[in-house]
């Protein structure tokens, strides 16, 4: 199991850090392009969001590969659920259901990782 979480830490960790890197540097006209709901929020919220997720990519890996306070190592993954239901409720709004669809597998493979790492296969 241990090495399944690992797995699941890399994938969400790959995942977050790219939606993170692009939410917190690209405009956000250009950003609507490909994500229309940042059209409901402002720059500055959009940018603290790409900087959360990117911050939680990191939380995922190095705290527990680099054996420095890896409890962050789940509460990263906590915190991309908070974001993931944030999400959820954002695409419900807007009619998305297979936005929808997808950031709820993002929140159960992040809560497994949270679950995992805090329970019986913490560091």
Do not use: C
Not at 52 to 68: K, Q, R, S, T
């Amino acid at each position: 199991m241990n090495v399944t979480l690992w797995i699941l830490q890399a994938v969400l960790a790959a995942m977050f850090g790219m939606a993170g890197v692009m939410k917190s540097t690209q405009p956000k006209d250009k950003l609507a392009e490909k994500l229309p709901w940042v059209k409901d929020f402002s720059p500055g919220v959009v940018k603290v969001i790409g900087v959360a997720e990117l911050a939680a990519a990191l939380g995922l890996i190095l705290p527990a590969a680099l054996d420095i306070a890896p409890v962050l190592t789940p509460l990263a993954a906590t915190g991309l659920v908070v974001i993931m239901l944030g999400a959820i409720i954002t695409h419900a709004r807007r009619k998305e259901p297979q936005a929808i669809a997808f950031n709820v597998v993002l929140l159960i493979v992040a809560a497994v990782v949270a679950w995992g790492r805090f329970g019986p296969y913490a560091f």
